[in-house]
């Protein structure tokens, strides 16, 4: 079943990274392959010989690989069928259902899931599930408890997220999540609560999170990792503060705060234990119940159980489903009478977690998971188990009284020093396993993480998980008593790993690696932790090499590369050159999108960007510069200009990390790397006025290169911020061949009142970036505006259609790269 198992992943894994599904060509393909690789292996077992039994195997992986890949792609081609249509959007529509899942709150509204049993739309496959946001307007949301069942007014559209290179992928979430419309309540005050409730087991659960949930926030309240207790109780990480979230991600420890495999077996474990061991003593009671049902199987049972019902409480995550389906393997074969290699049991799991949701190879959490186990499983398998041999004797003197003292002393000394060879052996194994996914998906990896989990994971394990576990067992008052327990317990264990975190050499930042590094990385933790005798393992960590080198090739001298991110209703490109980097504005804050924690942060991190020469916040914007707190506190800043008032609260922020201050003002020139920078607008007087009218605007420009005529025909950029009409003209009367780029970063993400014609005429762009938000509340680009570029022939890249966009000006060459088509997958919205 390894074989099976493993090539049903494969095709699943394969599956997920198509740009379209597959048409009646592809399936008929698929089927022939399918067919011919179960012949094959047919002809080879029958047979025999252990060369076909080799080529009957890999047949047989063929075939599991073509099953994963149909499955998972009749799978989406279902789930992708109800789909909101565009005429649709933005149009209000009266829906009924219920509250699904456990609602995320906050002090502006309330986030949640809602189950559409009806809709007044004449749409035929009308979307099943919505992701909704109740905004509070005068008043509060009403509590939304799960299961409960309303009827609400909404404003709809598609599934759509941002795209950008390095950053997770939304609208994978959104798919697995089976939200096909996201959206919020247009008319709050005209929501009405339906009588009854929904039913099902689903429903359930979440109503016995929420109440627990509801119960460690009445309990805690304001203590400072309430959040980490939620999480550990009922896997909800949203409660989770920012500090918390930075003190585990610098001390590789961000995994215990969901209730992940280790934390389900262990409870599983010890439920097993306690189980077993009362049911063994069902004899003082009078009861021979272990001679009807042996206790082992007792004890595997009622682990198995426990881990299905702790796994409900985790939501079902995708280490949750690994350990219980892992669990409920052991279970069966035990209860059955048979034996199954551990490696049989992850495979199991594997194609169990696949076959309920094919998605989970698009998360984090499923290779984190997976590939922890399988290193445990692959560098034990190869350790000696030896066992030692005491000697018994009946005799009673004193000298043999001590002989045995000290024979049964060392025996347990020597069991002692097993067991820790074995935990390092198994953190080792798990660190080094984990080292390229934890690059790969957080461009970081923390150094102390060996040490800082050799005792924060027992420390969770042993002492807060139980705790919690009580509290949610007793009732009250001693419920409370037990969350508090908990509380202290995280308490101590946060301010040892601050102790820890102190240093910045703690945490080492790489960049996302490619395909084929992590390929050469895998083969190398594979030829790493193989058995001992294997030859040259010293040389394994050559293999790991390409992880240090950069995402992508720095600018030649005197190019530049720009970056306009997807950042939704807002504007941050990212500028470099061959040896330096220049942000222009950070996106929207959490007045919005949290563009700069969510996006700019994570891009520069996996693009190896570890400190900013300069961050050019344009204007005050929320748009423009709601970001650039979470950049400052994510990265180095070593100098800040902007366009705000004296009185901005950026700027002490910003002195407060050390990054040297200076308003923006025209006049202001550098050049970086044989690249050319000035600040043509604002100039230097006080700022009056609509922030629009001083922004900053950035003129980029390479290094001139001979044409074939003799002329020098430099390429340039020019961002232009929120500038309107007005500027426009200052601009032109004063600086007219100064503007003249071949990239134009489109002034006020292309409103009625900029991109007048003069100006067009004067810059001469042959490529336009329009940084726009999807069905934005301004209704951005303006129509007019954006059929003005289309008719002078510019080249044309919008965020809500393209994602991000990527410019390299090299010599006298411009190119232009499109997030969405170069990295397109099935499940993108069009």
Excluded at 140 to 161: F, N, T
Excluded at 288 to 297: C, D, F, M, N
Excluded at 765 to 776: D, E, W
Aim: aromatic content about 10%.
């Amino acid at each position: 079943m390894r074989a099976v198992w493993c090539g049903f992943a494969l095709g699943v894994v394969w599956l997920q990274q198509q740009a379209e599904l597959p048409g009646w060509l592809g399936w008929l393909g698929l089927c022939a392959g399918f067919g011919a690789a179960m012949a094959v292996a047919a002809l080879c077992f029958r047979r025999g010989g252990a060369w076909r039994a080799r080529i009957g195997w890999g047949a047989v992986l063929l075939a599991a690989a073509c099953a994963g890949f149909g499955y998972a792609a009749w799978r989406a081609q279902t789930r992708l069928a109800f789909e909101l249509p565009h005429a649709w959007e933005g149009r209000d529509v009266a829906v009924r259902g219920w509250v699904k899942g456990l609602p995320t709150r906050s002090a502006d509204g309330a986030r949640f899931l809602f189950a559409v049993e009806s809709a007044d739309a004449a749409v035929e496959r009308f979307p099943c599930t919505l992701q909704l946001s109740w905004v509070a307007d005068g008043a509060p949301p009403p509590m939304l408890e799960p299961g409960s069942r309303w009827r609400l007014d909404v404003r709809l559209k598609r599934a759509h997220g941002n795209a950008n290179w390095g950053v997770r992928d939304a609208e994978a979430t959104l798919l697995a999540r089976d939200v096909r419309a996201t959206g919020y309540v247009s008319a709050p005050s005209q929501a009405v609560r339906l009588a009854g409730a929904a039913n099902g087991v689903g429903v359930t659960v979440d109503r016995w999170r929420w109440a627990i949930r509801e119960r460690i926030a009445a309990v805690l309240a304001d203590a400072p990792h309430a959040g980490i207790v939620v999480a550990l109780a009922i896997g909800a990480q949203d409660a989770v503060s920012a500090a918390d979230w930075l003190l585990m991600r610098r001390t590789g420890t961000s995994h215990l705060v969901a209730i992940s495999g280790l934390h389900i077996g262990f409870v599983a474990g010890l439920a097993g234990w306690l189980m077993g061991m009362l049911w063994r003593r069902s004899f003082f009671v009078g009861r021979g119940w272990p001679l009807r049902l042996p206790a082992q199987k007792v004890a595997i049972g009622s682990g198995a159980l426990f881990a299905a019902f702790h796994a409900a409480l985790a939501g079902f995550n995708v280490p949750a489903q690994r350990a219980l389906w892992m669990a409920g393997t052991v279970a069966l074969a035990y209860l059955g009478g048979r034996r199954v290699a551990p490696s049989v049991v992850l495979a199991w799991a594997l194609g169990l977690v696949l076959l309920v949701d094919p998605w989970a190879v698009t998360s984090a959490g499923f290779w984190l998971s997976f590939c922890a186990v399988a290193a445990i499983l692959f560098a034990m398998s190869g350790s000696a188990r030896t066992a030692g041999n005491e000697s018994q004797s009946d005799e009673a003197s004193g000298a043999q009284f001590v002989r045995r003292f000290l024979i049964a002393l060392r025996s347990w000394t020597a069991k002692l020093a097993g067991r820790v060879r074995g935990g390092a052996r198994v953190q080792f194994a798990v660190t080094v396993a984990l080292a390229p996914l934890t690059i790969y998906f957080f461009s970081q990896v923390p150094l102390i993480g060996p040490l800082a989990n050799a005792f924060a994971i027992p420390w969770v394990s042993v002492l807060v998980t139980p705790a919690v576990i009580a509290g949610i067992a007793l009732p009250a008052p001693l419920d409370a008593l037990a969350f508090r327990v908990a509380h202290q317990l995280l308490e101590l264990l946060a301010s040892g790993l601050q102790l820890l975190s102190g240093p910045a050499w703690t945490v080492w930042q790489l960049p996302q690696p490619g395909a084929w590094s992590m390929a050469a990385a895998a083969v190398g933790v594979v030829w790493c932790l193989a058995p001992s005798g294997w030859p040259l393992r010293w040389a394994a960590p050559l293999t790991w090499l390409p992880l240090l080198a950069p995402a992508s090739a720095a600018p030649a001298q005197g190019a530049f590369r720009l970056t306009a991110l997807d950042v939704g209703q807002g504007s941050s490109i990212v500028v470099e050159t061959a040896h330096h980097t220049l942000l222009f504005d950070a996106g929207p804050g959490p007045e919005s999108t949290h563009a700069g924690e969510r996006i700019v942060v994570p891009y520069l991190q996996a693009a190896g960007i570890a400190a900013l020469d300069a961050l050019i916040v344009s204007h005050a914007d929320s748009d423009h510069s709601g970001g650039a707190p979470a950049v400052l506190e994510g990265v180095e800043v070593r100098q800040l200009l902007a366009g705000l008032a004296p009185t901005h609260p950026l700027w002490r922020e910003a002195s407060a990390k050390g990054a040297q201050t200076v308003r923006c003002a025209a006049g202001q020139r550098w050049q970086w790397d044989g690249v050319d920078f000035a600040i043509l607008w604002p100039d230097a007087q006080p700022l009056e006025g609509k922030p629009n009218a001083h922004c900053c605007v950035l003129r980029v420009g390479a290094a001139s290169v001979p044409a074939r005529d003799g002329e020098a025909k430099p390429l340039a950029a020019l961002l232009a911020a929120d500038i309107e009409a007005g500027v426009e003209r200052t601009l032109l009367a004063r600086e007219r061949d100064a503007l003249r780029a071949q990239v134009l970063l489109v002034p006020h993400h292309g409103s009625k009142t900029s991109s007048t014609e003069p100006f067009l005429d004067s810059v001469e762009p042959s490529i336009a970036v329009f940084q726009v938000g999807y069905r934005n509340r301004f209704r951005h680009p303006y129509p007019g505006v954006y059929e003005r570029y289309r008719a002078r022939g510019i080249e044309l890249a919008r965020s809500d259609d393209d994602g991000a966009a990527r410019i390299d000006a090299n010599g006298a060459t411009l190119t232009l790269e499109r997030y969405r088509q170069t990295h397109r997958r099935y499940w993108m919205d069009r």
